[in-house]
């Protein structure tokens, strides 16, 4: 519920965007800024699953998500791998 709260208040008066999910390329750009460690954490992980551009803004979106249930103004590393953890598992699922 906490999450839900924070993305309502973060995408005020943006028309048809409500919540992570919803975020275009334009708006990860925007909302889903990293540190050096997480855009490091999150390019080697690309490299080594061989993850598209998609996928890489995926699991952008659910790392704000993570942050945002952690109360996290900021995506911080440990949000990045959680979320790459969960793409592992989906793919895993769909082989």
């Known amino acids: 519920v906490q999450a839900r709260e924070i993305q309502v ?11 992570n999910a919803d975020m275009q390329s334009k708006d990860i750009r925007e909302y889903c800024k990293l ?25 952008l979106k659910v790392g704000r ?16 791998s959680e979320a790459i953890q969960y793409r592992s598992l989906d793919r895993n699922l769909m082989v």
């Open 9 to 19: 208040r973060r995408f005020k008066g943006r028309k048809g965007l409500y919540a």
């Open 35 to 59: 540190d050096a460690p997480g855009e490091e954490l999150l390019k080697m992980a690309i490299t080594k699953l061989g993850l598209s551009a998609r996928a890489y803004d995926r699991i």
């Open 65 to 80: 998500t993570i942050a945002d249930m952690a109360g996290s103004a900021d995506i911080r590393p440990e949000h990045i």
